[in-house]
């Protein structure tokens, strides 16, 4: 009787998910990707389930684009010389096992994000899931490039949309991050913007309240030191408040990336890096060519950060 019970209890708990976990904790990523992905599609009105295996293929799809972006690299540039369409079916065989729309080649920083397809999904069909914040901030994450004029509404939108709690540190941390990224941009390359009709005491002028607002906002967060967003305030409020930039760019010009959740502390299983002294010799890497007028795009981060500024000019700035 009593093993029966204990058999009825273990039945009970038994989680339709149990596979994709399974296969997430011993490391198959693409694997559990596969699973959770194709649970979403086949189970969408699996009210309980679904909305956490959408979340579960979003974070994993998210977390595995560097990897999927590296060996589409490899396949397409190795052989010199560089194919953008090579990339661009590589990103539809990715479709093709994920989902539609999940991922999507962007040629100008030569990479494979996730669109984030799956938490749109999760937002249409349930807005009112305890992961319906995270998803309302990755979606934001996809929305950065164009005027700062059209940008930080957004971005307020989202704050007014979530006035407290962790995922409000994280709309602030995007604020003072967008902040220093116009500020960035106005520093160096506004003379080009405004066809060289302005000094470089105006560009100064016209910059400084972006860093200042991006120092007050950072001095918020940090009032909450034990927080990823915290955290990571203190850092950025240091190098900024010197007058120096992080060399990353996270929005605004087309050339920016958000990076994956990781830059923004959500945590997600990552794929594993070589380990060290097994990298490809120098020699090996391929050169991979971008269009004219823009500058080489610089190697995709492992560590979730986004991309590193370039020394060009803003490709978008409308």
């Not at 339709?16 to 490391?27: C, N």
């Not at 955290?231 to 900024?240: G, I, S």
């Not at 794929?271 to 269009?291: D, F, W």
């Amino acid at each position: 009787m009593v093993v029966a019970c204990l058999l009825f209890a273990a039945t009970a708990q038994a989680s339709p998910l149990d596979e994709g976990y399974a296969m997430e904790r011993s490391g198959n990523l693409e694997g559990a990707a596969k699973f959770f992905c194709g649970y979403s599609q086949t189970n969408l009105s699996d009210k309980k389930w679904a909305p956490e295996s959408l979340v579960k293929c979003a974070r994993l799809l998210d977390s595995l684009a560097d990897s999927f972006t590296e060996r589409a690299e490899k396949k397409c540039y190795w052989s010199g010389g560089g194919d953008p369409t090579c990339m661009q079916r590589e990103a539809a065989a990715l479709n093709s096992q994920y989902g539609p729309g999940s991922f999507e080649y962007v040629h100008a920083i030569v990479y494979i994000p996730y669109t984030g397809v799956h938490y749109k999904t999760l937002m249409s069909k349930y807005p009112g899931s305890k992961y319906a914040q995270e998803a309302d901030f990755y979606l934001l994450l996809r929305e950065l490039v164009g005027h700062p004029d059209n940008v930080f509404p957004r971005v307020k939108a989202y704050l007014a949309r979530h006035p407290k709690g962790e995922w409000h540190r994280k709309g602030l941390l995007l604020w003072a991050r967008v902040n220093e990224d116009v500020w960035y941009v106005h520093r160096k390359w506004s003379w080009v913007l405004f066809n060289y009709q302005i000094s470089p005491e105006e560009l100064l002028i016209r910059s400084e309240p972006y860093r200042q607002e991006a120092l007050r906002t950072y001095k918020i967060l940090m009032k909450d030191s034990n927080t990823f967003e915290g955290q990571a305030a203190a850092r950025e409020y240091a190098v900024l408040n010197d007058n120096r930039d992080d060399s990353v760019v996270y929005s605004i010009v087309n050339d920016s990336s958000p990076g994956t959740l990781a830059a923004w502390g959500i945590e997600a299983p990552r794929p594993q890096r070589p380990a060290e002294g097994t990298s490809v010799p120098q020699s090996q890497i391929p050169q991979i060519s971008s269009p004219k007028g823009t500058a080489a795009p610089s190697a995709t981060p492992g560590d979730g950060r986004a991309y590193r500024k370039a020394p060009s000019v803003p490709k978008r700035w409308d």
